[in-house]
């Protein structure tokens, strides 16, 4: 009802100036009309505000982002100094920056990673855990605890398994000698993979908690019947619960996608973002924080990255919002 | 009888894939509380202990030193303060900016509304380094008074972080509060003009009250996500000694050079105030999660 309210006051042109509806005459928003002029100031301020903060924050920066990717600026004397070169700190991203397609490569890994393992694997443990055998609590206890870890975290705790000489896995497996380590971190052939899997030890408890209490909501009924109609389980999730899920299952499968593209944290406390671990991010925050601070460049690939996510997030957002009744 | 039997059987079947079912979800939870596990292991262990009988071996001395040394070699006290200066100004000031922004989005018709939500929604799924090199700079030179910024500027100061988690959280917690508010009965607000109440009035005492579940919910998550985070700092601050904690892991990493002993312990640490909220606040965090993903 409130939404509706919404809704067509977004879509109608109002008649006050000042986008409140305060003045429209119909009906059925007569409470409108009683909101006195000290009202509709103290709305303006409410809403105004956060507005400002996500404006100077936020939208102010993704747009000088890509002002700023045209042009050659290394941050030295001023916005006076910033000259426009046109696409050529694109076509240098393509045709002489190194990193730029392995770190495109990788953030693409690292989708691809989520989506066919960390993902799936989530939503199979909620599916196991919402038949409410003995013992559920705690094996969502213990699955979800590296959820609340923050990711540096993660990687420190991952380096205990992955270090060369001190590490868990190559105590394990005999390799710990000069010679015979497995890098696990260092090896650019390898770490991408060890990181994911450190990543997804978190990223599974993720999906794993959304999806559950996705399930949770289920109407029983519904599996009951297929149960009654002779449908096995595998039957019942695929024909009957996973449809149902489709709203559910979009939030996660943005959620993966996002998340994919804001990996980071992992990369850079491991070498940097470095050797085998590039990635957009990374490239990004390689390029300001280092001796050459090169801010036109450093925005051309903060502009992939935005081209990238923007896909997702609006479609998430258009899901999200419009089928709000 | 044979239905008796065949009943039997399936019941059988039925116990035996129960069974697989729970060793299968006992395994997996082993493998996936192991690598907290043996962190936990090694930072008992002193490093003279772990060099003698190896890393993976039972035996010998088991004590606290790696948390001692960790704590205060690594100056733990100072960047936990760092993180209680920026957390819980941004943890109040988001939870009250989103709540009064929610409250008009979802209770007045605006003309903006659906846009002014998807703005910030947007904002909020963007990676952070999408904008970090243009907000690097406007940081360097947009003013900031002085009690809260020794060098008139938001620069390495820790109002620019809190106020970059306010901004960038906003919108999640917009959402999942206009989400939640759009459930509170709308004649509460006709009710409360008809008594000659302000909007204000109305915010504050009406609606915010009714709004207090989901505020736990965001304010478990939010201490969480703003606890946890490790960039903005990284970029935003060039004092090592304001670092926050998480933030100053990368540091701390340099100091314990190869001592994996002393990272274990440090890493412990500092995720006691998440593993706090992980055992004594799970319902709320939780509920926050769904709350932003599913809708009442």
Known sequence: MADRAAR?????????????????????????????????????????????????????????????SFTSWNGIG????????????????????????????????????????????????????DKNIRGTRIYQSALYMPVVLSLAIVGFIWQLIYAPEQGLLNNLLGRTEQGNQISWLGDPSINLWAILVAASWRQVGYVMVLYLAGLKGFDPVLREA???????????????????????????????????????????????????????????????????????????????????????????LFRSLKEDD | MSQIVTAGAAHRRKNLRRGGLQAFLITMSVIWLLPLAWALYTSFRPYDQTATYGYVSIGGIYNLDNYVNSFNQGQLPMYFLNTVIILVPAVILVLFLSSMMAFTVSRYSWRFNLILLMVFSGANLLPPQVIITPLFRIFLVLPMFAPLSDNGVMYDQYIGITLIHVAFQM?????????????????LNEAAVVDGASVWKTYWTIILPLTRPALAALA???????????????????????????????NLQGEFFTNNNLIAAGSILVAIPTLIVFFALQKQFVSGLTLGSTKE
């Open chain 1, 226 to 316: 297929a149960s009654i109609d002779g449908a096995s389980e595998v039957q019942t999730f695929f024909r009957v619960v996973f449809p149902v899920m489709r709203p559910i299952n979009i939030v996660i499968l943005v959620i993966t996608v996002i998340e994919s593209l804001r990996a980071f944290d992992l990369a850079f406390i491991t070498n940097k973002g470095l050797n085998g671990l590039e990635l957009l991010s990374t490239l990004v925050t390689n390029n300001i924080i280092g001796e050459t601070s090169r801010i036109g460049f450093g925005s051309a690939i903060a502009v992939v990255l935005l081209v990238i996510s923007v896909g997702p997030i609006i479609f998430y």
């Open chain 2, 171 to 187: 919108g999640f917690c917009t959402f999942v509060l206009s989400n939640y508010m759009k459930t509170i009965p709308k004649a």
């Open chain 1, 8 to 68: 067509s006051g977004s879509t109608t042109p109002p008649a006050g100036a000042g986008g409140v509806a305060s003045s429209r005459p119909a009906p059925k928003k007569k409470h409108y009309s009683l909101l006195t002029r000290r009202d509709t100031i103290t709305l303006w301020v409410m809403a105004g505000i956060p507005t400002l903060l996500v404006g100077v924050f936020i939208l102010l920066p993704t747009l000088a982002s890509i002002v700023l």
């Open chain 1, 78 to 129: 001023g916005l006076g100094a910033i000259k426009f070169i046109g696409l050529k700190n694109y076509s240098d991203l393509i045709n002489v920056y190194q990193p730029f397609f392995p770190a495109l490569e990788h953030n693409l890994i690292w989708l691809v990673f989520f989506l066919l393992i960390a993902t799936p694997l989530g939503m199979f443990f909620a599916v196991l855990l």
């Open chain 2, 220 to 250: 478990t998550l939010q201490v969480t996500w703003i606890y946890n985070d490790f960039f903005w700092a990284l970029i935003l601050m060039k004092t090592g000694a304001k670092y926050p904690i998480t933030s100053a892991l990368n």
